[in-house]
């Protein structure tokens, strides 16, 4: 029976490790980008980024004053 659980656990870190090392070379592949963006893009995604935060911070604060 330990034989059976060791030999289970050795394939089964076999596999994790296949995993682990497949998204690890993706990773590496894609570190860098690749693509540049025009100053109205930026711009456009900054706009994009504040406007999260101000509807998470009107969340919060709904939530907040719903606690009350």
């Known amino acids: 029976m330990l034989t059976l ?8 870190g076999s596999v994790f490790r296949g995993w682990t090392d497949k ?6 592949k894609y570190e860098k980008p690749r693509i540049t ?10 706009f994009l980024r504040v406007y999260l935060i101000l509807l998470v911070i009107l969340l919060g604060y ?3 004053t719903m606690l009350k």
């Open 23 to 28: 998204i690890q070379e993706i990773n590496k």
């Open 5 to 12: 659980e060791i030999v289970f656990g050795q394939r089964i």
């Open 37 to 46: 963006m025009s100053p109205g893009v930026k711009i456009a995604l900054l």
């Open 62 to 64: 709904k939530f907040w």
